[in-house]
């Protein structure tokens, strides 16, 4: 499943494994409405109810999973740094897990749809280039890496767009 965002690419992810939680009980009850609420496109809604899976059972594995949800569901509401800072917190917490290289994917993609044209400051594009080639790097041979380098030219052609946007003056 794909989102869309800005145009010229811009915006393009590969959705999470959404995986239900079968459990019984609150803790199953708090995730699965999280997951209807993605799915229903309420996401400050599914961020909120993650967040409280997280609280209420922070050593579940439901709780791993909703530090994940939480990245994803900023990110789809167009909150780029809060995705950012879950993503980032589940890669410093889960390093290993199986997850992990969509955390780094997403961080990637957070500053990627951060960038703007070549008239303004290309930082931001240099950091979504770096983190997009850290998942190539990485993660090579999965769907993360394969869109990572969809964007990594993307990024390289703002970044010379604005080289020749000096280059004129």
């Known amino acids: 499943a794909t989102s869309t965002s800005a145009s010229g690419g811009l915006g393009h992810s590969v959705a999470p494994e959404l995986g239900g939680s079968s459990e019984q009980g609150k803790m199953a009850e708090l995730y699965n409405k999280g997951l209807e609420q993605i799915r229903n496109g309420e996401y400050k809604s599914a961020v909120k109810s993650f967040s409280e899976v997280e609280r209420q059972y922070p050593y579940s594995a439901w709780a ?16 780029m740094d809060d995705c950012i800072v879950a993503a980032n917190r589940f890669i410093t917490l889960h390093p290993g897990h199986k997850d992990a290289p969509y ?14 044209d070549t008239k303004r400051d290309q930082t931001v594009t240099q950091k979504a ?14 769907r993360y890496a394969e869109d990572a380098g969809k964007k990594v030219l993307l990024a390289k052609e703002r970044l010379a767009g604005k080289e020749m946007e000096v280059g004129r003056y």
């Open 64 to 79: 791993t999973k909703s530090i994940l949800m939480q990245a994803y569901g900023n990110y789809e509401s167009g909150r």
């Open 103 to 116: 955390a780094y994917y997403l961080v990637a993609l957070a500053n990627y749809n951060r960038i703007s």
């Open 129 to 142: 280039l770096n983190d997009l080639e850290e998942v190539q790097r990485r993660f090579p041979g999965t």
